[in-house]
């Protein structure tokens, strides 16, 4: 399939996990990819090089998303070796899970600009080229933990619950520029964030929520930003789509 063939997409978090699966999807749909990394550059590098193979642009640039200046200078960079950008996946993020009683302010302010000051951070640059354009995809990587809460997890939830307000504010200012700023929803995907799933009691206590009894995939993430990046969603802004096996219900 060629789903997003000619666009240009950027992706940040893109060396592992969910943002890794977005980036291997897109580039496998036709797109150009600009992907970021904070730590890991070896990985970041290495998948940047498999990917070229395909013969389509991918680029790894290391890039803090938690910082304002970092992600002005990405989309410039990016604008200028890639000449646009049509899709934004703020897909970085980071858990910090502790009872509110421990939650330090400096934790609390970590999760928060890393999380939720990342989307704005690059929402704020993007949309500039994208409404020049009159036309973009932004699609915000929240949590079912932002829609529903949960224990231990109070400055993840807020994050991911900002991002949600976010999106749908995005997308009423927008939408008239043909912009369109969605969010998913993971539930528990398997992933370097989640490896505590794996582990004895905790595992049957979660799987006993989830209606389709197994935790998701990033590739089941990276199937919902292709849709939601390409044009069979023509007509959908301002929406969150979970994905998490029925556990919102
Ligand atoms: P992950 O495996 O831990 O990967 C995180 C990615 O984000 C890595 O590529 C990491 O780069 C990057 N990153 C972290 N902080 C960054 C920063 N300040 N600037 C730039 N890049 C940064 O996490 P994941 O499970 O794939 O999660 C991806 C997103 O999905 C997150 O927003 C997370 O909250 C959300 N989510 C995950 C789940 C789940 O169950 N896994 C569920 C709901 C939502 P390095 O490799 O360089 O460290």
Excluded at 79 to 106: P, Q, T
Aim: glycine share 10%; charged share 20%.
């Amino acid at each position: 399939m060629d789903l997003l063939k000619d666009k240009v997409a950027i992706v940040t978090g893109g060396s592992r996990g969910i943002g890794e699966a977005i980036t291997r999807k897109f580039v496998a749909n036709g797109a150009d990819v600009a992907f970021t990394y904070l730590s890991s550059e070896d990985k970041a590098n290495a998948l940047a090089n498999e990917l070229s193979a395909s013969g389509q642009k991918v680029k790894a640039y290391k890039s803090n998303a938690a910082s304002y200046e970092d992600s002005e200078s990405l989309i410039d960079q990016v604008m200028k070796e890639f000449g646009k950008i049509d899709i934004c996946v703020n897909n970085a993020g980071i858990s910090r899970d502790n009872l509110l009683l421990r939650v330090g302010e400096e934790q609390w302010n970590e999760v928060i600009q890393t999380n939720l000051g990342s989307v704005y951070n690059m929402t704020k640059q993007i949309i500039r080229p994208m409404i020049k354009a009159r036309s973009g995809s932004i699609i915000n990587i929240s949590s079912i933990i932002g829609v529903r809460g949960n224990a231990g997890q109070s400055s993840y939830a807020a994050s991911k619950a900002g991002i949600i307000g976010f999106t749908k504010s995005i997308a009423a200012e927008l939408g008239g520029r043909n912009i369109r700023s969605n969010a998913i929803a993971p539930g528990f995907i398997e992933t370097d964030m989640t490896h505590y799933l794996g582990e004895g009691d905790n595992a049957k206590t979660y799987l006993s929520k989830i209606p389709l009894a197994r935790f998701g995939t990033a590739e089941e993430v990276a199937n919902v930003a292709l849709f939601l990046a390409s044009d069979l969603s023509s007509y959908i802004t301002g929406q969150v789509i979970c994905t998490c096996g029925g556990l919102n219900m």
